[in-house]
C-alpha cells in the first residue's frame, strides 16, 4: 500500500496569508490526525478527523481549521499566517481505533515571512 | 495534567555500546504508549507500542521497551547501537478516546563511530 501522502512539502508565504495543506492517508484509513512540529514547543496535536467529522481538537487558536473529505482525504487551512506558525505540518492516518499505530507522512515544511 | 517526559534532550554513545532512552508518563490510567523515531527532514516512523499484556515489547530495528507501571516508565533500548541509528526519538502516548498522541520533547541520539 502506498504511505501516507503530504502536499506540498514545501511552502512558503507571507504575513497575513492563508494556506491549505493537504493529506492522503493509506487506503482504508478513517482517520486523519494532523500535528504540529516546532523546535520551541515540540510536537503539538492539532485535530483528528474520523469519517469526515471532528473527533479531537488541540490547544490551538480558530485559525487553525481542517476538515476531511468522504475519501478520507483531509486538508488543513491556516487563516491570517504568523511567523510563529512556521513549522512543520505532520499528517498521521489510521484505521481508526487507538490500538492501531498511527503511520506519519513526510510533512509539509512552512515558512512564514 | 496528563504529559509525557523525556528527560535527556541529547544522548551520545559510541557504535556498538548498548543505548536507553527514558520515558515517563503522568496518567489517571495506563496510557497506550509508543515510541517513534525522526530522522531529519522525514516523518515519524513507529518503531514500538504498548498496550496491556507482556511489558516487555520488540520492536523494529532491534529495539524493545519495558513497562513499568511502578515507575510509570516506558524506556527504549538497544544492546548495540549502529551509526543509523542517530536520529530524534519520540515517546508518545493515547489515552480516552481518538487518536490524540501526547509527545515527549524528544531525545536526540548521536553515535560516534
Known amino acids: 500500500k502506498a504511505g501516507v501522502t503530504q502536499t506540498p512539502r514545501y511552502l512558503i508565504k507571507t504575513r497575513g496569508q492563508q494556506v491549505t495543506l493537504s493529506c492522503s492517508p493509506i487506503s482504508g484509513h478513517r482517520s486523519v490526525s494532523w500535528y504540529q512540529q516546532t523546535p520551541g514547543q515540540g510536537l503539538q496535536f492539532l485535530f483528528e478527523?474520523?469519517?469526515?467529522?471532528?473527533?479531537n481538537k488541540g490547544n490551538f487558536p480558530g485559525r487553525f481549521s481542517g476538515r476531511q473529505f468522504s475519501n478520507s482525504r483531509s486538508e488543513m487551512n491556516v487563516s491570517t499566517l504568523e511567523l510563529g506558525d512556521s513549522a512543520l505540518y505532520l499528517c498521521?492516518?489510521?484505521?481508526?481505533?487507538?490500538?492501531?499505530?498511527?503511520?506519519f507522512g513526510p510533512g509539509t515544511r512552512l515558512t512564514v515571512t | 495534567a496528563q504529559s509525557v517526559t523525556q528527560p535527556d534532550i541529547h544522548i551520545t554513545v559510541s557504535e556498538g555500546a548498548s543505548l536507553e532512552l527514558r520515558c515517563n508518563y503522568s496518567?489517571?490510567?495506563?496510557?497506550?504508549l509508543f515510541w517513534y523515531v525522526q530522522s531529519p527532514g522525514q516523518g515519524l516512523q513507529l518503531l514500538l507500542k504498548?498496550?496491556?499484556?507482556?511489558?516487555l515489547v520488540q520492536g523494529i530495528k532491534g529495539f524493545e521497551a519495558e513497562f513499568k507501571r511502578s515507575q510509570s516508565s516506558f524506556n527504549l533500548r538497544k544492546p548495540s547501537v549502529h551509526w543509523s541509528d542517530a536520529a530524534e526519538y519520540f515517546c508518545?502516548?493515547?489515552?480516552?478516546?481518538?487518536?490524540?498522541?501526547?509527545f515527549g520533547t524528544g531525545t536526540q541520539l548521536k553515535v560516534e563511530l
Open positions: 496518567y489517571g490510567a495506563t496510557p497506550y
Open positions: 498521521a492516518s489510521s484505521p481508526g481505533q487507538p490500538d492501531y499505530e498511527q503511520y
Open positions: 508518545a502516548a493515547i489515552t480516552g478516546g481518538g487518536n490524540k498522541l501526547t
Open positions: 504498548y498496550f496491556s499484556g507482556d511489558t
Open positions: 478527523y474520523f469519517s469526515e467529522t471532528q473527533r
